[in-house]
């Protein structure tokens, strides 16, 4: 599959926009974090997609941020760069949604809340406007937002990918860990992410709030 230079460099700048954006809300403590834009053509056994570098601050820009993979994670073109570490769950992601950008970060409420909701496997959302985001118009609507375990081994967590991904829910939770969010695009990706981090941040100051009831 043929990657045009002109669609590598949008891939490229739409993910240089987006990590500046998201480092500004401290959302990429320590290096953590990885985000990924596809380019070209989509089969779900080959495709191409734009990703973080490993281990890089990603609140500043560099030349080295950003590399091209194919769907098993390997870079497409001769590099230095090694990709994200958590690659593979970018691709299996891909590979089962047809997503166009994937969003990770790690942040104070997506760790809470995966330890809160850890034994349930989900974490539940009541009726806040905010599931809008998702496109899920139902009044009151009730959603349930899934946890995978945070193996040490990634491939092991990617496998458990294809048994949690619910249809009209754009993101899975690793425990104790962070978030993916995905999207039709970056634009999309991002209004995800952000409506994720709200609800987790309300469901948690819920709880805390009926607890002292
Ligand atoms: C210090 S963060 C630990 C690894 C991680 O969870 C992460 O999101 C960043 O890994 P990457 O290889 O994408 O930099
Ligand atoms: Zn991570």
Known sequence: MSILLEEKQRAFADLRDIKANLAARGWFPATSGNLSVRVGGFEPDAFTFAITSS???????????????NEKGQPTEATSLKPSAETLIHSEIYRLTGAGAIFHVHTIFNNLISELYWERKSIPVDGVELIKAFNIWDEEAQIEIPILPNYAEIPRIAELVEGAIVPRIPGIVLRKHGIYAWGVNAFEAK???????????YVYRSHLLHKGN
Not at 192 to 200: R, V
């Open 191 to 201: 209004r995800h992410l952000e409506a994720f981090e709200f609800l987790f941040e």
């Open 55 to 69: 281990g890089r601050d990603k609140s500043v820009q560099t030349p080295e941020d950003f590399l091209l993979v």
